[in-house]
């Protein structure tokens, strides 16, 4: 049955209130059909949209409601929804015929008729909605009851104290054991809601009744099994066998097309693995949850980016989700950013010494791509890797120096950032590109890349022969340099000094640096940081000279990895706008 | 849950304004005009300010935005706005500025069906349009046993199927379209290679049918040990609500009581053994700074009653290019300026045959030396009745109480469009 395409754009087009309550009057006389009625409510419904007061046509409008069309009642509810709560003083006329609508014969009408009350939730509507919604609660029509469950979530929102004392959360709880799903499932959703505010019910499931939601599962809507999945987080389980159960009877859902349906369910295959004990039926479920969230990634855009965030927390616990899969995150040239950001992340993590340089060719090519945040990131990538995986740290500062080649600012840059960390995890290792990176000194003006390159000259002074011509340089402009840069500069001078000792540029320079620090700059770290300095070269240089010399603690990765308990809390959340941020919903504001 | 759903049109102008809840005002619509439609680099599809997140998804000319004030289930509302689009095509055919506004007061009706208070609710598309149309229905008697099947159906375990179909001739038409992806080094090794499969079916079939499905899948084979022919290793399978979930879980049976009309039966993917049917071999040199030389060749792989149609292949060109001469002795190529690419279709290539395109890209001379990004070369394709990953449907049963006899079709499709890449 194919609909009809309507002509309505040309609605679109604000009216004046005097002349559509001309109109509407007008039409009383004559109208058969109601094609003139219905003309101009569809003209006041497009004025709503663009953001007009139509409330004023009030009781215009509500004239309408007693006309046989499905339409026009339809487009009066939502002129009613808009305006309802506004008009206190008017809604009584509605209420009458609500009232009828909520006894018709046709189980769609009853339905809209409480649909539409609960959506106007002030107190003269809320007192006549009591009785018609107990008994829509247990109409014999399952469309009519289901609608009754939410009805119920909207009226606790209102009023909650008169949801209570009514009756109507019991009743909720009594349409747990609904024989239809979709009753059932809209009755959890309706609880789950009431249950998770601050004041009040509270919502738990044993296990009887957890199995009394699983059996629905299978009847429901994908919606609904999304509803019925999360309530299973309110379960917990007594024995691992109980834990161990559910999670057999829920993994087939993976299997879904809805991509909502697959990350909540992992959501409680995760919770539940907290409680179980059988490692092989833990590693199975984890095998099993991999391809479908692979298979994710071939949906819409949206869908794969609430997906690779929560794919990055999963890894991060249950690794066996993904060993193998690092090529399924290479980026596609067309991806939209977000995407190709999230898949960085991702491929990153899951690099390891067998795919190290499938990933850096990967990287390689990401580097030559045009969107600065991206490059910037697939480049400090690179340098990760290199720390992250010792057997391809070779290839990488090979693939740092021909990026280094291209001349391009940015590139350049965040290579610098990243070769210092790599200086720092491998010391002695590959000292020898020092020359090339003091050939591009002129191009680094960004704070952090200047910054590591003057730890890069400093902690290395020994080794470059002009080690102090290049200082002397870089502090010339010392007092306009950003803080970050200052501080570097600092500590260098002292290095230097104490590495070149002999040398009378170095002399001049650190009693520059020293003098500029304690007597002009303002910043007390570098202040105070100067006075130590200058206290320990005065007293004994050759101890002053073992402190800042000493040798570092390793750098390593596991900055990088979430604390358990934080993952863990995360994890709860899978799917959810928390897990896209990273930030526990608990914590934070909103 | 959602608080607010809205359509915007390119400006920012509201087409469509819902308000599920008494959390967000309607002013919120601004905020996003604000952030959104008039930010010119817009690097998520969830905007968050302070308690309040807006999803939006993007489709032809229209923002389809979902507002939120809680911490929502992102893929839920994501999933809900594209079955809302899906639902749209269906009812509209096109789903853009013009039938949005052309069809608002359906659409209101719609979204006051498919959403209640926030959560989704039934959404089928075959549900909806029994009792969701353009025509009027008038509050009668008959209407009332109307409503009630209606109603059964939309909350029923088969709530995607009327009990009472009823068609002359019994028919089932099943269509394997395979989406290959593929990236090529510029060295020619494949650095990822994988099949998107979906199979698309048409079930005119009368009554309540029972389907069973039945692939080449190599699960199935070898728990039956059959060893026939080429089996197709699926790494992943995701199916459409009808399909019992635990059979599959347990046998790998698919079997299902089909929606009426069109829907997606399932999808899959594939990444083992995938037969790529266009192999594309460059040959791109930059000759100083003033010019670029290229030979392209395609050749297809497979059997030669077959033939690719519609290919067309886009060969990135440095942006300082001013123009491209083109030889070609199948189709035609075409510089085209605003994109940096040559653009050279083949209207059909048989299989077994090979076509190649020579030409040079003269540069201006540029002041400052920037290294060409070399974008890949992307070809769109379609092969019919060839499936890259191998994929063959062996059997499709329908049982159904009255016994009859219905007739099945099946045709395969592989394709690309935007995911076949070659780097050069």
């Known amino acids: 049955m194919a609909a009809q395409a309507g002509q309505d754009a040309k609605f679109f087009q604000r009216g004046k209130i005097q002349e559509f309550r001309a109109e509407l009057q007008a039409a009383e006389s004559k109208d058969r059909k109601f094609t003139k009625r219905k003309t101009v409510l569809k003209k006041i419904v497009a004025n709503i949209t663009m953001g007009n007061d139509m409330s004023p046509l009030f009781t215009d409008v509500v004239q309408c409601l007693g006309i046989p069309l499905i339409e026009i009642k339809k487009m009066v509810y939502l002129f009613l929804v808009c305006y309802g709560r506004a008009k206190a003083e008017q809604i009584h006329l509605v209420i009458p015929s609500f009232l009828q609508d909520c006894s018709d014969r046709n189980p769609l009408v009853r339905a809209l008729a409480i649909r539409t009350m609960s959506y106007i939730p002030i107190p003269v509507v809320i007192d006549s909605l009591t009785e018609p919604l107990r008994h829509c609660l247990k109409d014999k029509d399952p469309y009519v009851r289901k609608t009754a469950a939410i009805c119920v979530a909207k009226l606790y929102t209102a009023d909650p104290r008169k949801a209570e004392k009514s009756g109507f959360v019991e009743m909720l709880r009594d349409l747990l054991l609904d024989p239809n799903a979709t009753v059932v499932s809209n009755a959890v959703a309706a609880l789950s809601e009431i249950g998770d505010r601050q004041d009040g019910v509270i919502f738990k499931l044993n296990l009887t009744v957890a199995n009394k939601l699983l059996a629905a599962l299978g009847e429901s809507s994908e919606w609904g099994q999304i509803y019925i999945l999360d309530s299973l987080l309110r379960y917990v389980p007594e024995k691992c066998s109980d834990a161990e159960i559910m999670a057999e009877r829920i993994v087939a859902q993976l299997n879904h097309a809805n991509s909502a349906v697959v990350l909540t369910c992992i959501k409680v295959l995760l919770y539940l693995m907290n409680y179980m004990e059988n490692r092989k039926l833990i590693d199975y479920i984890c095998k099993k949850m991999g391809p479908p969230l692979v298979t994710i990634l071939s949906s819409g855009p949206e869908v794969q980016y609430v997906a690779l965030r929560n794919i990055l927390l999963i890894i991060q616990r249950r690794p066996s989700v993904l060993k193998n899969d690092v090529k399924v995150f290479f980026c596609k040239y067309n991806d939209p950013i977000y995407v190709k950001l999230a898949k960085l992340e991702i491929m990153y993590r899951l690099a390891r010494e067998e795919n190290a340089r499938e990933v850096l060719a990967e990287l390689q090519e990401y580097a030559s791509e045009v969107d600065v945040d991206f490059v910037r990131k697939a480049v400090r990538s690179i340098g990760r890797l290199a720390i992250k995986v010792e057997a391809a740290s070779d290839a990488c500062i090979k693939a740092l120096l021909e990026l280094i080649e291209t001349k391009v600012t940015y590139v350049v840059q965040e290579t610098v950032i990243v070769v210092k960390d790599v200086f720092r995890r491998y010391p002695g290792k590959y000292e020898g590109i020092i020359p090339i990176l003091c050939e591009n000194l002129d191009m680094l003006d960004e704070p952090e890349s200047k910054a590591a390159m003057v730890w890069i000259i400093g902690q290395f002074a020994d080794r470059i022969e002009n080690a102090d011509e290049l200082m002397d340089d870089l502090t010339y402009t010392f007092l306009e340099e950003p803080v970050e840069v200052q501080l570097a500069l600092l500590t260098s001078s002292v290095k230097l000094f104490i590495y070149k000792s002999q040398s009378e540029t170095a002399k001049t320079i650190v009693h520059k640096v020293l003098k500029w620090v304690t007597e002009e700059i303002d910043n007390p770290d570098l202040r105070d940081r100067g006075f130590m300095y200058w206290r320990m070269l005065a007293v004994n240089p050759a101890v002053a000279g073992e402190i800042v010399l000493a040798e570092k603690p390793a750098i390593t990765t596991d900055s990088d990895r979430m604390d358990r308990g934080a993952l863990d809390q995360l994890l709860l959340h899978t799917g959810t706008l928390g897990s896209i941020y990273h930030k526990n919903p608990e914590v934070s504001d909103g | ?424």
């Open chain 2, 1 to 424: 849950m959602i608080s607010a759903f809205f359509i915007f049109n390119q400006k920012g102008e509201v087409l469509i304004s819902r308000l599920y809840r008494t959390d967000l005002k309607r002013s919120i619509a601004d905020v996003f005009r604000i952030q959104v439609v008039s930010n010119s680099d817009v690097r998520s599809p969830i905007v968050t300010l302070g308690s309040t997140s807006f999803f939006h998804v993007r489709i032809n000319n229209l923002y389809v935005v979902a507002v939120t004030k809680c911490n929502a289930n992102a893929a839920l509302v994501f999933e809900y706005c594209y079955r809302f689009i899906a639902i749209a095509k269906s009812y509209f055919g096109k789903v853009d500025e013009e039938a949005v506004k052309n069809n608002f007061v359906l659409i209101y009706e719609l979204i006051d069906e498919i959403n209640d208070f926030g959560y989704p609710q039934n959404s089928e598309i075959d549900t909806l349009k029994t009792y969701i149309t353009t025509e009027s229905i008038m509050s009668t008697a008959s209407a009332v046993e109307e409503s009630s099947k209606i109603t059964t159906q939309a909350t029923g375990a088969t709530s995607w199927r009327r009990a009472d179909v009823k068609y002359k001739k019994n028919e089932a038409f099943v269509d394997v379209v395979e989406t290959v992806n593929l990236s090529m080094s510029a060295k020619g090794t494949v650095l990822r290679a994988d099949v998107d499969g979906h199979i698309l079916m048409r079930a005119y079939l009368s009554g309540t049918p029972e389907c069973k499905f039945g692939l080449n899948d190599k699960l199935v084979i070898d728990k039956n040990d059959h060893g026939l022919g080429d089996a197709v290793e699926l790494d992943d399978c995701r199916f459409h609500q009808c399909v019992r979930l635990d059979e599959f879980d347990s046998q790998r049976t698919i079997s299902f009581i089909p929606p009426d009309g069109e829907f997606e039966l399932m999808r899959y993917r594939s990444t083992s053994n995938v037969k790529l049917p266009l192999r594309v071999i460059p040959t791109v040199n930059e000759i100083g700074t003033t010019q670029v030389s290229y030979v392209v060749t395609v050749r297809t792989n497979f059997n030669n009653k077959l033939s690719a149609t519609n290919v067309v292949v886009r060969i990135p060109t440095p942006l300082n290019t001013t123009t491209v001469d083109c030889k070609v002795a199948n189709g035609k190529a075409k510089y085209v300026p605003a994109e940096n690419v040559v653009v050279w279709k083949i209207p059909r290539i048989q299989g077994g045959a090979e076509v190649t395109f020579t030409g040079t890209a003269q540069l201006t001379s540029t002041t400052h030396r920037q290294v060409w990004a070399r974008p890949p070369i992307d070809v769109d394709f379609q092969v019919l009745m060839f499936t890259a990953s191998g994929l063959i449907v062996r059997f499709l049963k329908v049982f159904e109480k009255s016994n009859y006899h219905s007739i099945k079709w099946v045709r395969y499709l592989t394709k690309a469009s935007g995911t076949y890449q070659i780097r050069f």
